[in-house]
Antibody
Framework: QVQLVQSGSELKKPGASVKVSCKAS????????INWVRQAPGQGLEWMGW????????TSAQGFTGRFVFSLDKSVSTAYLQISSLKAADTAVYYC?????????????WGQGALVTVSS | EIVMTQSPATLSVSPGERATLSCRAS??????LAWYQQKPGQAPRLLIY???SRATGIPARFSGSGSGTEFTLTISSLQSEDFAVYYC??????????FGQGTKVEVK
């Protein structure tokens, strides 16, 4: 069965970096895009961008360029989100979600989420 | 950017009653509209895609309708496990893919 398993919660200080992982199983990793979605505390869902798991080409939404980097390691079917120069406003749950093969913007499977807390 | 607007923000419904949630797009998204359910502490789950097709394993009490700019999610007879937040999302025009702000369905 399709599964996306994310890394655990992180507590970081402002200015630090964090790397969240998303390990896929149960399907051909390189056939489906991986998207990243942010959910700030008590807020809604915000699409951050996606990575083409075949080419490795990332695309970021406005507001998620520069400090936010999408990458992957095909050998272990894992996608990564790295955030640098962390700010308190980056405190959120970060989800990875698989893009449907017929419609890349349709998120058919989701990881369980990774809480990143930024606090001094 | 396409703006998705959901109404109401909160819907109070008794178990067994019908719930109707609305979603409006700022421009046409054709039928490229999805609905997700999110329970506290859980990831969103795909319920409806293509505006009206149920995802795998989704009960028949969930139905979606609409096209263009106006969409509806109906839960025909609310069960205890259906109390959650529901988000609509357009996947017609990008970037970005955009979500509505959510409708919370709570116990009346």
């Amino acid at each position: 069965q399709v599964q996306l398993v994310q890394s655990g919660s992180e507590l970081k200080k402002p200015g630090a970096s964090v790397k969240v992982s998303c390990k896929a199983s149960g399907y051909i990793f390189t056939s489906y895009a991986i998207n990243w979605v942010r959910q700030a505390p008590g807020q809604g869902l915000e699409w951050m961008g996606w990575i083409n798991t075949n080419t490795g080409n990332p695309t970021s939404a406005q507001g998620f360029t520069g400090r936010f980097v999408f990458s992957l390691d095909k050998s272990v079917s894992t996608a990564y989100l790295q955030i640098s120069s962390l700010k308190a406003a980056d405190t959120a749950v970060y989800y990875c979600a698989r893009g449907n093969i017929a419609a890349a913007g349709l998120f058919d499977y989701w990881g369980q989420g990774a809480l990143v807390t930024v606090s001094s | 950017e396409i703006v998705m607007t959901q109404s109401p923000a909160t819907l109070s419904v008794s178990p067994g009653e019908r719930a109707t949630l609305s979603c409006r797009a700022s421009e046409s998204v054709s039928s490229n509209l999805a609905w997700y359910q999110q329970k506290p502490g859980q990831a969103p789950r795909l319920l409806i895609y293509g505006a009206s097709s149920r995802a795998t394993g989704i009960p028949a009490r969930f139905s979606g309708s609409g096209s263009g700019t106006e969409f509806t999610l109906t839960i025909s007879s609310l069960q205890s496990e259906d109390f959650a937040v529901y988000y609509c999302q357009q996947y017609n025009n990008w970037p970005p893919w955009t979500f509505g702000q959510g409708t919370k369905v709570e116990v009346k």
